[in-house]
């Protein structure tokens, strides 16, 4: 994850169980840092499930058979 200076401050809702698990997990002090860091992780995910959306739509889709076989040779 990328350091930046530049924050700004928003108000989000999260379910108390969640709340919980963030706590139990880093603590009160870095809840927003984790919150960052996953919305971060969310939106390379994303951007990842875009470009694969476009190179279907322009290569067609995965050939299954051959990624399994590529799969095979890489665990060799």
């Given at each position: 994850m990328s350091v930046t200076t530049?924050?700004?401050k928003r108000s989000?809702?999260?379910p108390r169980t969640i709340v919980?698990?963030?706590?139990?997990r880093?603590?009160?002090r870095e809840f927003s840092a984790?919150?960052?860091d996953a919305v971060a992780r969310k939106l390379r995910q994303d951007a990842l499930?875009?470009?694969l959306t476009r190179m279907e739509a322009?290569?067609?889709?995965?050939?299954?058979?051959g990624?399994?076989?590529i799969s095979a040779r890489l665990s060799a």
């Amino acid at each position: 994850m990328s350091v930046t200076t530049d924050f700004e401050k928003r108000s989000v809702s999260f379910p108390r169980t969640i709340v919980a698990d963030v706590q139990a997990r880093v603590g009160v002090r870095e809840f927003s840092a984790y919150v960052a860091d996953a919305v971060a992780r969310k939106l390379r995910q994303d951007a990842l499930e875009d470009l694969l959306t476009r190179m279907e739509a322009k290569h067609g889709p995965v050939d299954e058979a051959g990624v399994d076989a590529i799969s095979a040779r890489l665990s060799a």
